[in-house]
């Protein structure tokens, strides 16, 4: 015989087993959105960075013999390797702003978030309304599983740039993934079309508030 108490302990582990698999989704989606519109999670001038590192990682993958990816060691002194000399750079002129932001965005790329936080960290100091470096650094917050502290960072560029399409965008992503909350996320996103009504992949993104918006009618039918 079934108790209410256990009914209740399998409900709440198919609702739990069910969300598991819909935020897996969710996450793929996002990844592959990401993908199509070019950039996800980035600043506008991290582009040079972030080949020379996936130029790097794959010259290291090649000489070890087959490997798939690098270990976490290889992965960081490839990053090394690349930002070596804006490091030596900085030390006769340690506020070189552009060397700065170069070096965040090559350990952002790296995968080495903590350590692209504090060189964008160290930018703003000098430079403290870059929207592009808040952006960026938001996101390297996001991908410390802190996403409250994402929310903040992204805040704080939309006060600076309140059209900032990358702001905005990335918003909307952790709003959805990060908090749970889709009708956020599309609220980001029409604000996102709405400053910006010739913003390139505009279809893309209609594409993912229809996603949320789906999302978000479930929850509400589930409650």
Known sequence: MT??????????????????????VLAV???????????????????????????????????????SQPSPAQQKAMVEQVAAPLVAALQSNPNDYDSIVKLGNIYYDGQLYPQAIEYY???LKIRPNDADVITDMGT?????????????????????????PGTLFNLGIVRWQGKNDPAGAVAAWEELLKRNPSYPQKQQVEEIIGKARQHASGKHSAS
């Open 29 to 67: 989606f996002c990844l592959l959105l990401g993908v199509a519109l070019g950039y996800l999670f980035r600043g506008s001038e991290s582009q040079r960075a972030s080949t020379s590192v996936a130029q790097n990682t794959a010259t290291g993958v090649a000489q070890g013999g087959g490997q």
């Open 140 to 164: 390297a917050y996001w991908y410390t599983n802190d996403a409250d502290r994402a929310l903040a960072e992204f805040q704080r560029s939309l006060k600076i740039r309140p059209d900032h």
């Open 121 to 123: 960290e160290r930018a």
């Open 3 to 24: 108790t209410a108490w256990a009914a209740t302990q399998e409900a709440k582990q198919s609702e739990t087993t069910w969300t598991n698999t819909q935020a897996y």
